[in-house]
């Protein structure tokens, strides 16, 4: 059965310092990947996502992640964090003939000033 | 444009009573529906997804059912409550068919059973 993996579940930082959130998938085929961000009482919502192409995207509030197939993984980066970024983020994948998204555990980020 | 409603937010139920979670999608057609339940440290667990009315796909077992009345109406029920029940309980919806069909989320609704 396929699989997401966040290693990462707590990530505590300071403003200004560089994020790396890990996400690996266990699917061999064809994949969407998502992540989607959760800030302390909004609803969950999609900061990035790759279908094909280029696989360097980029995202709102200037997260991207990279595809690297051979690696199975879609890491989330940003090079700068903001108090604002503290939220959960959840990696998640879609295979190319399901509707249906698996996602990871999750990784809560705080950011302090 | 599109909107995801979800009702009630919060809900605290006894025990062995019954449970009716309504989720609705407003702003679009046939779309695919789904719930999952969300718990610390655990992600999001897809609980059931419909691709039609009364179409219904089961992922897990466990106490709930869900129901599909109408194009853009999703019911998650039990008819007895359980303590591992609780939980926060996400509705979600996407566009039917092709490759680029992301999921939109509600707001969700936190049920305790106690």
């Known amino acids: 059965a396929q699989s997401v993996s966040q290693h990462n579940h707590h990530v505590i930082l300071s403003e200004a310092a560089s994020l790396e959130l890990g996400c690996n998938y266990s699917?061999?085929?064809?994949?969407?990947l998502f992540w989607y961000v959760q800030y302390p009482g909004q609803h969950l919502q999609l900061l990035l996502k790759?279908?094909?192409?280029?696989?360097l995207v980029k995202g709102i509030k200037g997260f991207e992640a990279e595809f690297i197939k051979s690696k199975f993984s879609f890491n989330l980066r940003k090079p700068s964090v903001q108090w604002s970024d503290t939220a959960e983020y959840f990696c998640a994948v879609k295979t190319y003939n399901t509707d249906k998204l698996i996602f990871g555990t999750g990784t809560r980020l705080q950011v302090f000033p | 444009s599109q909107t995801i409603h979800q009702w009630p937010a919060t809900l605290v139920q006894p025990v062995g009573s019954p449970l009716s979670l309504e989720c609705t999608v407003e702003g679009t057609s046939n779309p695919n529906l789904y719930w999952y339940r969300q718990a610390a440290g655990r992600g999001l667990q897809l609980l059931f997804y419909?691709?039609?009315?009364?179409?219904i796909s089961s992922e897990v077992p466990q106490n709930l059912s869900a129901s599909r009345p109408q194009d853009r109406q999703f019911i998650l029920s039990s008819k007895k409550l359980l303590l591992s029940d609780s939980g926060f309980y996400l509705c979600?919806?996407?566009?039917?068919?092709?490759?680029?069909?992301?999921?939109?989320f509600g707001p969700g609704t936190r049920l305790t059973v106690l």
């Open positions: 699917y061999g085929g064809t994949v969407n």
């Open positions: 419909s691709v039609g009315i009364g179409q």
């Open positions: 979600a919806w996407s566009r039917a068919g092709g490759i680029y069909n992301e999921q939109f």
């Open positions: 790759y279908f094909s192409g280029d696989p």
